[in-house]
């Protein structure tokens, strides 16, 4: 059974940013072979939409309304994934969910707000 367990929310004013970071527990073997990525919900009951992912190799693919703006990153020795936001916009704000084989983070608040 893979856990995750995400961090970094919080509240910020347009242009600023933010880092989120998801810690994964489970079998090594399975983890260092999952694509990790993080998702999103912009409104409640929506389906969470990609955000970026990247593979364990460290491909990663990003969603259009993000591209230049968030950076994916992937430590495997430590199971970690980290999204770095930049250059915030109200349109960011969102729960921001980890993902990965099919599992899920509870979820952290993002909210970009002046």
């Known amino acids: 059974q893979v856990q995750l367990v995400e961090s970094g929310g919080g509240v910020v004013q347009p242009g600023g940013s933010l880092r989120l970071s998801c810690t994964a527990s489970g079998p090594g073997h399975i983890l260092s072979t999952y694509i990790m990525g993080w998702y999103r919900r912009q409104t409640p009951g929506n389906p969470r939409e990609p955000v970026a992912?990247?593979?364990?190799?460290?491909?990663?693919n990003y969603a259009d309304s993000v591209k230049g703006r968030f950076t994916i990153s992937r430590d495997n020795a430590k199971n970690m994934v980290t999204l770095q936001m930049n250059s915030l916009k109200p349109d960011d704000t969102a729960v921001y969910y980890c993902g990965m084989g099919g599992n899920w983070g509870q979820g952290t608040q993002v909210t970009v707000s002046s």
């Open positions: 992912v990247i593979s364990s190799g460290g491909v990663t």
